[in-house]
């Protein structure tokens, strides 16, 4: 070993902490001397979470949501959702902010990105393929398209749109009331508020 | 008007600290010092973009991680504002009075420069290329909403080119890019046609002023589709199959021209490289006319660069060049030694030497001595 250089695990566990988005060398050192600080109880639980994380964290296998166990998701099981009106977002992140703003009520359904044909991500890439079975299988009437302002998002919804044409369903937009070049990661709740009541046809 | 200027690895400058107080201010030296770099860090804090090079990569010194240029100009208000941009491997970074800014149009609508170059006779001469860069360069400074429609354009266009590459793409998906397209299209292409117009009338006039004949020249905007969003729309759901097949967009904006006719006569194949390079240099003091009427009087923004291209010019020519020119609040030039013309009297002068620039006390100084 070089005396310049960390004990090869160390050095291994900050290679891996570097491959988290916006953690880089100098940071990753920080984090892995700091779990080095920890008590070893506090880091098996820390082990365990991780490596139970695949198994207990699961994606809905209706709407492509967060969920736990392989089971549906909480608002996929909420009897009190609105089942008319099913709305498309990039990221499952985005439900909650969503459900901050306090005013949609319906379900959702998450494509895990958008269309990107320079980086290869094409259709078949995204939570597409339930989306019509859903529509077909339920008393949809509306489809919000929560996707982002940029062409890639506007694309995405154009293609959304196109490929559920006849169906007879309302395919909306949310209002443009975000902040430009921003999407709904990042509006506040009244924000979002707005944009959901001021919905678009398309 | 620019009162400060700092740049840090750019071109062959590794640092500059330049006051300017002058309006018509004089770059004198050798070739290969840095004149002409000056004027394109000017350039580039006004317009985010170099007229010589798209490659952000050749602006910074050899063996640098990336550059730094940053303008002190006072508005209209007496108020000085740092404009500044930080450029390197992670992006680049605009700031204004510390405040960093997201969007390209807040620093690009502070300026508004017009720069005359040894090779502007391209745009006559030169392919359909370098007409729509000269014509899109000018629009973008005087119509923020253009700048942003011919970039939806041509990102839609690269993306619908992508699955177009794919001869069983999804008409669905090649399809999804067209309502952008057609948008964004139909508002570039009248803002194309309508500016072709008024740079006919202009360069017209010019003309005649000089010579005091009817001109006889226009300027033909050429586009392959004519009309409104609709039309665009209905043409690329038209042509889809066939783009299909071919694997990209076969017609658009990104094919567009602008034809300059001079007594019937399309300059770029029959006119005489005199009548080009005139042309070329009449194009450019139109777009000064245009952002002076659009000034109103209020000239502190517009700043003209003049890269050593007066040298050829006959005296009528060079008078009515000074003439328009002057209408800029601020001027710069760039010339291998320093020129008699009375026009620049009470010019600072700065000599350039191998990345540095030293003040010489006065042009008259000079002259007398
Ligand atoms: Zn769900």
């Known amino acids: 070993m070089n005396g310049a250089e960390y004990p090869e695990a160390l050095e ?19 984090l892995a001397l700091a779990l080095l600080q920890w008590p070893p109880e506090k880091l098996a639980v820390f082990g365990d979470l991780m490596r139970e994380l695949p198994v207990r964290i699961t994606f809905c296998p209706e709407c492509g949501n967060l969920a736990a166990d392989g089971g549906l998701c909480p608002i996929c099981r909420a009897p009190s959702r609105d ?11 985005q439900i909650i902010n969503i459900e901050k703003s306090g005013l949609y009520h319906g379900l959702y359904h998450v494509l895990g990105g958008k269309l990107a044909p320079l980086e290869g991500k094409n259709p078949a890439d995204l939570n597409l393929e339930t989306l019509p079975r859903r529509i077909d299988a339920g008393p949809v009437g509306e489809l919000v398209l929560a996707l982002s302002s940029d062409v890639e998002g506007r694309a995405t919804a154009a293609y959304i749109a196109g490929m559920l044409a006849g169906k007879g369903l309302r395919i909306t937009r949310l209002a443009s009331g975000l902040p430009a070049g921003s999407d709904i990661s990042y509006a506040d709740p009244e924000t979002l508020a707005a944009a959901f009541s001021g919905r678009i046809v398309l | 008007m620019i009162r400060q200027i700092e740049l840090r690895n750019f071109r062959n400058y590794e640092t500059l600290s330049l006051a300017v107080d002058a309006e018509c201010n004089l770059f004198i030296g050798n070739n290969g010092q840095g004149k002409t770099n000056l004027l394109e860090a000017i350039f580039f804090t006004s317009m985010l973009r170099s007229f010589r090079t798209a490659r952000m990569a050749e602006l910074k010194k050899i063996g640098s991680r990336g550059f730094y240029i940053g303008t002190k100009a006072v508005a209209g208000t007496g108020l000085a504002r740092w404009y500044e941009i930080d450029y390197n491997n992670n992006g680049r970074r605009i ?9 390209s149009s807040d620093l690009v609508r502070n300026f508004r420069t017009v720069a005359f170059l040894p090779d502007d006779i391209g745009i006559v001469t030169g392919n359909s290329g370098l007409r729509r860069r000269f014509v899109d360069m000018f629009l973008s400074i005087t119509d923020p909403h253009y700048l942003v429609s011919l970039h939806h354009y041509l990102s839609a266009l690269q993306m619908r080119n992508a699955v177009l590459k794919d001869s069983r793409a999804d008409m669905g998906l090649i399809a999804a890019y067209e309502p952008i ?55 690329l759901a038209a042509e889809r199959r066939k783009d299909r097949l071919r694997g990209f967009t076969g017609f658009g904006l990104q094919l567009d021209d602008f034809d300059f006719i001079l007594n019937d006569k399309l300059l770029r194949h029959y006119g005489s490289t005199g009548q080009c390079r005139l042309i070329s240099l009449v194009m450019k003091m139109a777009n000064v006319n245009i952002l002076a009427a659009e000034a109103q009087g209020n000239k502190d923004k517009i700043i003209v660069l003049v890269d050593d291209v007066t040298g050829e010019l006959d005296d009528a020519t060079r008078q009515a060049f000074y003439r328009v020119i002057g209408q800029a609040g601020q001027l710069f030039f760039t010339f291998t030694s320093l020129p008699g013309d009375d026009y620049f009297r009470h010019a ?8 540095e620039i030293t003040p010489v006390s006065s042009s008259n100084q000079v002259n007398n001595g």
């Open chain 2, 181 to 235: 397209m057609a948008k964004a299209a139909a508002y570039v292409a009248d803002c194309r046609r309508e500016y072709a117009a008024r740079l006919a009338l202009e360069i017209g006039t010019l003309l005649e002023g000089f010579y005091n004949v009817s001109s006889g020249f226009s300027v033909r905007y050429r586009s392959d589709t004519e009309g409104g969003i609709e039309a665009w729309h209905n043409k």
């Open chain 1, 12 to 30: 291994e566990l900050i290679e891996l902490l570097k491959s988290l988005p916006g953690i880089g060398r100098r940071s990753a050192e920080r």
């Open chain 1, 83 to 93: 089942r008319s009106v099913i709305c498309v977002v990039e990221q499952a992140t």
């Open chain 2, 95 to 103: 700031s204004i009075d510390g405040k960093v800014s997201p969007r």
């Open chain 2, 348 to 355: 600072a002068v700065f000599q350039v030497n191998n990345g």
